[in-house]
């Protein structure tokens, strides 16, 4: 009998465990639809919360998941900007810091605003980012934070009516912004005028990364602040290629500082995705467009748009096709499952992808 007794628990927690690896299994296979829209950006937070804004016209869109990313919540409404601009590389970008989640996003008019959510959920708007007037046309800008610290740059007109690289910085979680400041201006009148830069920062170190436009050819370009954002150091070409052209590729790529706290890149030249570490040569990828990165335990992890599917490059050379659509971003869940959100024919989708 006490054999028996013995058992049967054995048997219940084996079945459970079982029941625990196949749910997560059929969960990594299937697509959510978080809800209709575009441009989806997303940030986890403290909490290990994984937090998700996208536009849908004049609304600015959230949602979350607390259950790594097996299902999110209803979107609900953040705020409403007149003119947003949520298409084309243009949305709204969120950010998590010690104090919270900061939300940025732009109008029509040139205009960045921020939003941040308090404890009980609700949404504020704070601050204008941009200290002159409708400087920002082109709408394309990305945020960072590390502790209580936020950086934002965007592609700015002001002076000369020519794209430069400006920032600015919260020491508050948002509710403030500093004086902007120039980071960087092409020597060749402008940079690239409808590539979105990248931004990630860790303590004082920020990176921001960019297309420019030099001598005819779009290449990215890397700068550095070691002081938070105050001061930058020269601009650094990435990758020992070159792309002439006459024309926008409308892709930015996508930056990441791993573990070890070295800096990684991924991004676009004609119709090849490459990852590079700074002062190194590139190395291709694969092919196609709107590429994202992140770093798991020190090792890439990489998404791409390839044919009008996404696609997901894992660290030993995997590769997973998920659903179609574009713009990809993916952030990491825990040592062996990253999530993906994108957007498809104005939904955005999510999923979690095993390592």
Not at 137 to 156: T, Y
Not at 236 to 255: I, T, Y
Not at 321 to 334: M, V
Request: neutral net charge.
């Amino acid at each position: 009998m006490k054999l028996k007794a013995i058992a049967i628990p054995l048997v219940l927690f084996i079945g459970c465990t079982d029941q625990t690896k196949q749910r997560h299994k059929q969960t990594t296979e299937r697509d959510l639809i978080i809800g209709p829209g575009q441009m989806p950006n997303v940030v986890k937070d403290n909490k290990n919360n994984f937090n998700v804004v996208y536009g849908t016209g004049d609304s600015i869109m959230y949602s979350f998941s607390s259950n790594d990313g097996e299902t999110f919540s209803s979107p609900v409404l953040a705020s409403i900007l007149p003119k947003l601009a949520a298409s084309h590389m243009r949305g709204p970008q969120i950010a998590a810091t010690a104090e919270g989640l900061i939300v940025i996003a732009c109008n029509y008019s040139g205009d960045i605003f921020s939003y941040v959510k308090d404890e009980k959920g609700n949404w504020t708007q704070t601050a204008r980012v941009n200290d002159v007037d409708t400087v920002a046309k082109e709408g394309l800008m990305s945020l960072a934070a590390d502790g209580q610290n936020a950086f934002a740059v965007w592609l700015d007109l002001r002076r000369n009516k020519q794209n430069k690289i400006f920032g600015a910085k919260s020491n508050d979680g948002g509710k403030t912004w500093s004086k902007n400041s120039l980071a960087y201006a092409s020597p060749d009148s402008t940079v690239c005028e409808c590539c979105k830069p990248s931004v990630t920062m860790k303590g004082n170190d920020v990176y921001v990364m960019f297309r420019n436009w030099i001598n005819g050819s779009r290449d990215l370009y890397l700068i550095h602040s070691s002081d938070g954002g105050n001061t930058f150091g020269e601009a650094e070409k990435l990758g020992n290629g070159s792309w002439a052209l006459d024309g926008c590729p409308m892709d930015g790529g996508g930056l990441v500082i791993n573990e070890n706290g070295n800096l990684e890149t991924v991004w676009k030249r004609r119709n090849k995705i490459f990852a590079c570490e700074p002062g190194k040569s590139e190395k291709e990828i694969g092919e196609g467009r709107n590429c994202a990165i992140e770093s798991v335990n020190g090792k890439n992890i990489y998404a791409w748009t390839e044919n009008g599917k996404v696609i997901i490059l894992k660290p030993q050379g995997m590769k997973t096709k998920l659903g179609k659509g574009t713009l990809p971003i993916i952030k990491s869940i825990n040592g062996e499952h990253i999530i993906c959100v994108w957007e498809n024919e104005n939904q955005i989708y999510s999923t979690l992808v095993e390592l």
